[in-house]
C-alpha cells in the first residue's frame, strides 16, 4: 500500500538535474504550425484524423447503403464497394484511432500529466506528425490514381492484393503500402518521445505508480506499437518489392485466369502472421489509451477513487505483454497448422481475466461513489457496456472451434466493431467533453452534448447488437451483394435495412458533435479552471489553456497519487496531486487527533 | 436517473432479442453439433456475466447518483462517496471466479477442436479447388487415392493440374461446372487448395469452415447427416467477385451418390479425348481454363 497511500509525506528530495531550456517560437509559423510544443502538435495530430476519420465515415455510409438496399444504388459497383470497405477500415483503425489516442491524447496529455514542460524531444515530434500528415495525403492520393484505391480488404492479404482481380492492384496498393510505411515513421518517432518522456520527465514526486492511468494507458500502448509495427513494416516493405519488382516473399506459383504467374516459393500464411503479429498488438494499441483514460473519467466524475490502482496498471502491462503471444486466433481457418489452434486459443482466453479484472474494477469505482452524470461520464458507462459486450463475443471468437462457423461472417464485423470501433470511440468522445475545457478554456454545450451521447450510444448499440445475430445465420462479410440463397430468411434484408437506416442516423449525431466543437471553440460558456475538480497535474496549471512550457517557474511537486477523492478527513472531496500535506484542509474534529 | 433506466433497458432489451430473434444458426447438416453446443455453453457462461455487470451498473448508477438532498457522510465535509483503493480479498474472488469461467469456456471448445484436426481413419478424399471465381471438385476414383497436381502443370487440357505420369491420378473423377456430390453419412475429408487468391470454403450447414491457400493443402472433415441442396460460399476475400463465387453441394443417399458418380469421367478418360481430339486437329482452344467441361465441347 505504499505507493497509493494518499497522505503519506515522503520526502520530496531537491531536483538533481536544471531544467533543459525550452524552445521558444519566434514567429507565428514556428508557433503554430512548424510548432515544437507537444499540446499544439496534439491538436494538429487530433484536427488531421478527424478529418480522415470524417473520409472514413462517409466510406462506412456508402457500404452500408449497398447492404441495406443493394438494387437501389447502381453506382457502387463490387470494386468500389471492396474499395469502401477497405479504405474504410484501414483510415479507420490506422488514420484516424491510433493517430488520435497516442498523437493527439498522447502528445497533449502526457507531458502535462507527467508535470513535465514538454516531449524531451520536441523537434523529433514536430517532425513525427508532418511525416504523419505525409501518410495521410499518400493515402488520400490513392483516390485518384488509375484503378483507384485498393480494395484487398484492410488486411491486405496477398496474393490477391496485388493480382489483377482485386481493384486497386496496381498504384493503389502500392500507395496504401507506402502510406503505411510513412505512417509507421512517423509514429516511430513520436513514440519513442512519449515513453522516454514518461520515464525520464516525470516531475519530483510523480513516481511510476503515482501515473493516471491514462498514462500508463497511452504509455504501455506505445510501447506495444514500437514492437509491433515494425512487423507491419517489414510486410509492407516486402509486398511493395512482390508487386514493384516481381519478388515472391508472398508469392507461391500462381495461376490467373488460365495464364502462368512468373512467382513461386513464396508464402500467404508468412504474411498473416506478419500482419496480425502487428494486427492484434494494434487492437490494444487502441484500447489500452481508452482503457487509463476512461478509469480517469469514471474516479473524477465519480468523486471516487479508482478501485484497486494497482491491479489496474498490472493488468494493463499484462494485456499489453499477452497480447503478443495471441496474434494468430486471427488464423484459425487461415490453412495454418491446426495444433496452433491449442495454443493460441489457451493465451487468448486467458487474457480474458485481467480484461475482465478491469471492467469489474470500472464497476466497483462506481459502486458508493458520488455519481455525477456529466456527459464524460455517460460516455464512461456506454463505454463499459459496449467494450464488455464486445469482449464477450471475443470469447466467441478466441476459443477456436467457435470461431470455425462465425469467422469471416457479420458476427465478425459486429464484434470488431463493437470492441474496437464503437468502445474506444465513445472514450475519445468522452475524453474531448472531459478536457476540452482544458483545452480552449470554454464548455461544449451540454444539450448538443446530450443529443450526441443518446442518439450516438443508443445508435450504434442498434447498428451492432442485431449484426452479430446476421453471422450466426451464416451471412459472409466483404459481400457485395448476398444475392440468392437458400438459408438467408428475406427478413435478413430488413434488417439490413434498419441497421443502414441507424448508422446513417448516427453519422449525423456526429456531424451535431463536429458542429458542437467548431461553435464551443468561440462561443461556448467559459470554462471555471478545473471544472470538474479533479486532481491530476494537468488541472494544476495556472493558466488555462496551459501556457507554452505548461507549469510556472517551477515544475509541480508531487506528494500523492491522482485518486484522492473524498478521502476521509478532508474537507473537500479532491485532493490534487501537488498540494503538499500541510495544506490539505482537514476537517476541525479529526485534525486534533492527527 | 434515465442513465440507469437506459442501462436496464439494454440489458432488458439484448435479453428479449437474444429470446425472440428470427436470426439464428441454420439447421445444421453434419456432425458439428459439438460447434453449436460449445457456443450454447458460450452464450450461458457469456451472457450471464453480461446480464448481471450491466445490472449491478444500473443499481449502482441509481443509488449512487448524486443527488442534491443526499445528506454527506460528515457535517463538515461535502464527501459523498467512500474512500476504499483496494480490496484484495475482492480482487482475489474476482480472479478465480472469472478464471474458472473461461476455463469453462476453453475446455470444451479445445476437445471439440481435437475432434476438428483429427481425421478419422475411415474418412474418403475429396478435394476441393478454388480460382476466381469458381469451384472445381476432385474424387478420388476406384483406388481410393487422389493423384499428386502441381500448380505449374495447369492448362487448358489438365485444369487441375495432375502429374500425367502419376497412376494414381489416371482414375480421378474430375468435376467442373457441376454440383459437389457427398454421399450420406460417409465421413470425408475435403483436401483444400486454391492456384490463384485465398479462397475459403464454406457451407453455413456443415458449420466448417477452412481457407484455401495457393502453395498449400488445407482440409477439415465431417461426416454429412442430412439429405439436401446446401449453398457454397467463399468466405475468404478473393477478389472483385468475391460475392459471386458460389456453388452448391448435394447430400444423397448412398445408391444416388454411386448412381451420379458412374455417370462421370475419369482423368484418364478425359486425356484420352484430348488426344483423340488432337489427332483429328479439332481445337481446343474454346475450352477455357475449366469454363467448359470438356465433354460439352466434344459434343459440339
Not at chain 1, 193 to 215: D, E, H, I, K, S
Not at chain 2, 216 to 245: K, Q
Request: glycine share 8%; proline share 5%.
Amino acid at each position: 500500500m505504499v505507493d497509493v497511500t494518499p497522505e503519506k509525506v515522503e520526502y520530496v528530495g531537491p531536483a538533481e538535474v536544471p531544467e533543459v531550456d525550452l524552445y521558444h517560437a519566434k514567429t507565428w509559423w514556428t508557433k503554430y504550425v512548424f510548432s515544437q510544443d507537444a499540446k499544439v502538435i496534439a491538436i494538429q495530430y487530433s484536427g488531421t484524423a478527424v478529418a480522415i476519420g470524417l473520409v472514413g465515415l462517409v466510406l462506412s455510409w456508402l457500404m452500408r447503403l449497398q447492404l441495406g438496399f443493394p438494387e437501389f444504388f447502381s453506382f457502387i459497383s463490387p470494386d468500389l464497394y471492396l474499395q469502401f470497405v477497405t479504405m474504410h477500415g484501414m483510415i479507420m483503425v490506422i488514420y484516424l484511432l491510433t493517430a488520435l489516442f497516442l498523437g493527439g491524447f498522447g502528445n497533449y496529455l502526457i507531458p502535462l500529466m507527467v508535470g513535465a514542460r514538454d516531449m524531451v524531444f520536441p523537434f523529433v515530434n514536430m517532425v513525427s506528425y508532418w511525416v504523419y500528415l505525409l501518410a495521410v495525403l499518400v493515402l488520400v492520393s490513392s483516390f485518384f490514381v488509375p484503378g483507384g484505391p485498393t480494395g484487398a480488404g484492410w488486411t491486405l492479404y496477398p496474393p490477391q492484393a496485388i493480382l489483377s482481380g482485386t481493384p486497386g492492384s496496381g498504384a493503389g496498393i502500392v500507395l496504401m503500402l507506402v502510406s503505411l510505411a510513412l505512417f509507421i515513421i512517423g509514429f516511430t518517432m513520436g513514440g519513442l518521445n512519449y515513453v522516454v518522456t514518461v520515464l525520464q520527465a516525470r516531475t519530483r514526486g510523480m513516481t511510476l505508480m503515482r501515473l493516471p492511468l491514462t498514462v500508463w494507458g497511452i504509455f504501455t500502448a506505445t510501447v506495444l506499437a514500437l514492437l509491433a509495427f515494425p512487423a507491419l513494416f517489414v510486410s509492407a516493405i516486402m509486398m511493395t518489392l512482390d508487386s514493384v519488382l516481381g519478388t515472391s516473399f508472398f508469392m507461391p506459383a500462381i495461376v490467373e485466369f488460365g495464364e502462368q504467374l512468373q512467382y513461386g516459393g513464396g508464402s500467404p500464411v508468412l504474411f498473416q502472421h506478419l500482419f496480425w503479429f502487428f494486427g492484434h498488438p494494434e487492437v490494444y494499441i487502441v484500447a489500452l489509451p481508452a482503457f487509463g483514460i476512461v478509469s480517469d473519467l469514471l474516479s473524477v466524475h465519480a468523486r471516487r477513487n479508482i478501485f484497486g490502482y494497482r491491479m489496474m496498471v498490472w493488468a494493463i502491462v499484462g494485456i499489453g505483454a499477452l497480447s503478443f503471444v495471441v496474434w494468430a486466433h486471427h488464423m484459425y481457418v487461415s490453412g495454418m497448422n491446426p495444433y496452433f489452434g491449442f495454443f493460441f486459443a489457451t493465451t487468448t482466453l486467458i487474457i480474458a481475466v485481467p480484461t475482465a479484472l478491469k471492467v469489474y474494477n470500472w464497476t466497483l469505482t462506481l459502486w458508493r461513489g458520488d455519481i455525477h452524470l456529466t456527459l464524460p461520464m455517460l460516455f464512461a458507462i456506454a463505454f463499459i457496456i459496449t467494450f464488455v459486450n464486445g469482449g464477450i463475443t471475443g470469447l466467441f471468437l478466441g476459443n477456436v472451434v467457435v470461431d470455425v462457423p462465425l469467422s469471416d461472417t457479420m458476427f465478425v464485423v459486429a464484434h470488431f466493431h463493437m470492441v474496437m470501433g464503437v468502445a474506444p470511440i465513445l472514450v475519445v468522445f468522452g475524453a474531448v467533453y472531459h478536457w476540452f475545457p482544458l483545452m480552449t478554456g470554454r464548455m461544449l454545450n451540454q444539450a448538443m452534448g446530450q443529443f450526441h451521447f443518446w442518439v450516438t450510444f443508443l445508435g450504434a448499440y442498434l447498428i451492432y447488437f442485431p449484426m452479430h445475430y446476421l453471422g450466426f445465420v451464416g451471412v459472409p462479410r466483404r459481400y457485395w451483394e448476398i444475392g440468392e440463397t437458400n438459408f438467408i430468411p428475406e427478413s435478413a434484408e430488413s434488417l439490413n435495412a434498419f441497421i443502414t437506416v441507424a448508422a446513417l442516423v448516427v453519422g449525423f449525431a456526429q456531424v451535431v458533435f463536429i458542429y458542437n466543437i467548431l461553435t464551443s471553440i468561440f462561443k461556448g460558456k467559459i470554462s471555471e479552471r478545473n471544472p470538474w475538480k479533479a486532481t491530476s497535474l494537468e488541472w494544476q496549471t495556472t493558466t488555462v489553456p496551459p501556457g507554452h512550457g505548461n507549469f510556472d517557474d517551477e515544475l509541480p511537486v508531487v506528494y500523492r497519487w491522482a485518486y484522492s477523492y473524498s478521502v476521509p478527513g478532508t474537507v473537500d472531496d479532491y485532493t490534487p496531486q501537488n498540494v503538499h500535506p500541510d495544506d490539505v484542509v482537514k476537517i476541525a474534529a479529526e485534525q486534533g487527533g492527527d | 436517473m434515465w442513465a440507469a433506466i437506459a442501462v436496464f433497458l439494454v440489458a432488458l432489451g439484448s435479453l428479449v432479442f437474444h429470446l425472440i430473434t428470427p436470426w439464428w444458426s441454420t439447421p445444421i447438416a453434419s456432425n458439428w453439433g459439438s460447434m453449436d453446443l460449445t457456443i450454447d455453453i458460450t452464450f450461458w457462461i457469456t451472457g450471464v456475466a453480461y446480464i448481471v455487470i450491466l445490472l449491478f451498473m444500473a443499481a449502482c448508477i441509481y443509488q449512487y447518483r448524486n443527488r442534491a438532498d443526499k445528506t454527506t457522510t460528515s457535517p463538515q465535509s461535502n464527501h459523498k462517496a467512500s474512500y476504499d483503493p483496494e480490496n484484495k480479498k475482492l480482487e482475489l474472488w474476482l480472479t478465480v471466479g472469472t478464471a474458472v469461467a473461461v476455463a469453462g469456456l476453453l475446455a470444451p471448445g479445445l476437445i471439440v477442436w481435437n475432434d476438428y484436426v483429427t481425421v478419422p481413419d475411415d474418412a474418403v478424399e475429396v478435394e476441393v479447388m478454388g480460382q476466381q471465381w469458381q469451384w472445381g471438385f476432385r474424387y478420388p476414383g476406384a483406388d481410393g487415392k487422389l493423384g499428386t497436381t502441381d500448380a505449374r502443370l495447369i492448362n487448358a487440357d489438365n485444369p487441375f493440374g495432375l502429374h500425367l505420369d502419376d497412376p494414381n491420378g489416371q482414375d480421378d473423377i474430375l468435376v467442373e461446372g457441376d454440383d459437389l456430390h457427398l454421399e450420406l453419412g460417409q465421413p470425408v475429408n475435403m483436401l483444400l487448395r486454391s492456384i490463384d487468391v485465398l479462397h475459403d470454403f464454406y457451407v453455413p450447414q456443415f458449420r466448417a469452415k477452412m481457407d484455401m491457400v495457393p502453395g498449400l493443402v488445407t482440409f477439415y472433415w465431417m461426416i454429412p447427416t442430412r439429405t439436401g441442396t446446401f449453398d457454397i460460399l467463399c468466405a475468404e476475400l478473393c477478389g472483385s467477385n468475391h460475392y459471386a463465387m458460389r456453388g452448391l453441394v448435394v447430400v444423397e443417399e448412398k445408391e444416388a451418390f454411386n448412381a451420379w458418380m458412374a455417370e462421370q469421367q475419369t482423368f484418364a478418360q478425359l486425356r484420352a479425348e484430348v488426344e483423340k481430339n488432337a489427332k483429328h486437329g479439332s481445337s481446343l482452344a474454346l475450352n477455357a481454363v475449366g469454363a467448359v467441361p470438356v465433354d460439352s465441347v466434344v459434343a459440339r
